[in-house]
């Protein structure tokens, strides 16, 4: 099954920028999509940004005209550059991928890298 795998995270001052990166290891599945969800302590966790197979994105509010989804469907790679990072854009994020595999539908989620942002 397929492994997600993050990197990127890190502490940061206000205004400045960070690139998550997410790997999707494994073989025999297609990835339908991926996201990025963003969890802060003592929050739900919430999506912050999805991207299809077709490359369709769409943002939470909150990170519109700041952030930018990209993917690599070669390389089955998801990258999520944030500019413009505020203090409470601070929590873990979260990889997500929604993968085809046997004709099944399934979720994957990596383990998490931590982002903090320094007012």
């Known amino acids: 099954q397929p492994q997600l795998v993050e990197s990127g995270g890190g502490l940061v001052q206000s205004g400045g920028s960070l690139t998550l990166s997410c790997a999707a290891s494994g073989s025999k599945f297609s990835i339908v999509a991926m996201a990025w969800y963003r969890q802060a302590p003592g929050k739900q966790r919430e999506l912050v940004a999805t991207v299809t197979a077709g490359g369709s994105t769409n943002y939470v509010d909150s990170v519109k005209g700041r952030f930018t989804i990209s993917r690599d469907n070669a390389k089955n790679t998801v990258h999520l550059q944030m500019d413009s990072l505020k203090p409470e854009d601070t929590a873990a994020y979260y990889c997500?991928?929604?993968?085809?595999?046997?004709?099944?539908?399934?979720?994957?989620w990596g383990q998490g890298t931590q982002v903090t942002v320094s007012s």
């Open positions: 997500y991928a929604e993968v085809l595999r046997s004709g099944y539908t399934y979720q994957y």
